[in-house]
């Protein structure tokens, strides 16, 4: 697999810059990542390796805000092994031994103490693992120094307490060094976090899964998380076996879509590995991308 490129792409909002980073790569099994929906017609879109895995992007998005930096999702870090990173096909190494990330935070003109906020949509690995960093010392520690983490109180509390399907994607020491140090906030339901900025339950994939929503001098855009991962997965029932409420998934997806082109928002796509901007259409049967970037 390739890197996912670019590393980063910036763009204006209303009166911010927003900065997408590709945070990394990985391969995940084509068949997980669309559910019932069969090989042959997605395939026709996202060719697969020889192992059946498709690539897959880990797209975070940094925002420069009134307040300072708010960076949404956190890539899936450097503490996993060798052999995790082989069965995820994860790419994701930076200079001196830190991970895309953190390069495409420099790459924008800042550092990783410059981030104010840091929101997760939800806490699987690829999505949290960047909130902490093993250092060269072997000890953990929050990746950005100043900032303030936040998620959905009911996701850390599913995220705390995993059963056997669960366990896979939820690791404590991506928020656990962050609760320590009393950093790590809970919202639960909507919010405006700070002004422009409001986390909305998409809930499906995982019970408490958020989607954030970002205004500013008349725009808006959507960051999606897993809610709809790549721009392959705007058909409504184009949805991930991963999900654990698929049907819950499907009402998210009808309601944030329908409200996404009525007001023709941005739409950020984190895990696309070629796609990450678009807006959208309706052909009277499904959604698709209007305009792409």
């Not at 990542?33 to 998005?61: H, Q, Y």
């Not at 303030?148 to 109180?153: C, G, I, K, P, R």
């Not at 307490?161 to 790590?184: C, K, L, M």
Request: hydrophobic share 35%.
């Amino acid at each position: 697999m390739s890197f996912p490129h670019p590393l980063l792409d910036t763009r204006t909002l209303g009166r911010w810059r927003i900065h997408a980073i590709q945070a990394g790569g990985q391969q995940l099994d084509g068949g997980a990542m669309f559910g019932v929906v069969p090989k042959t017609l997605w395939s026709r879109r996202l060719e697969a390796d020889d192992k059946n895995r498709i690539p897959m992007g880990m797209r975070c998005l940094l925002i420069e805000h009134d307040d300072g930096l708010v960076l949404l999702d956190t890539g899936s870090g450097n503490k996993e092994t060798q052999k995790f990173h082989d069965i995820y096909g994860i790419e994701n190494s930076g200079a001196d031994g830190r991970t895309a990330l953190e390069d495409g935070i420099r790459a924008a003109g800042f550092t990783t103490d410059d981030v104010k906020l840091v929101i997760n949509t939800h806490l699987h690995f690829d999505h949290a693992g960047g909130n902490t960093w093993r250092a060269p010392t072997g000890e953990v520690l929050p990746t950005f120094a100043n900032a303030t983490y936040l998620v959905q109180a009911g996701e850390k509390a599913y995220g705390e307490h995993t059963n056997e399907r669960t366990a896979a994607s939820y690791f404590p020491p991506n928020w656990a060094p962050i609760v320590a140090n009393g950093r790590f906030q809970v919202v639960e339901g909507e919010r405006e976090i700070v002004s422009g900025i409001t986390v909305r339950p998409t809930p499906g994939h995982t019970p408490h899964h958020q989607s954030v929503i970002l205004r500013s001098g008349g725009e808006t855009a959507c960051f999606l998380g897993d809610v709809v991962p790549t721009s392959h997965h705007l058909a409504l029932p184009w949805i991930m076996g991963y999900d654990v409420e698929p049907l819950v998934t499907l009402e998210s997806k009808r309601a944030l879509l329908g409200e996404a082109l009525r007001e023709d928002w941005l739409l950020v796509f984190e895990h696309d590995a070629h796609v990450g901007f678009g807006r959208l259409a309706h052909d009277g049967k499904s959604y698709h991308l209007a305009e792409r970037g």
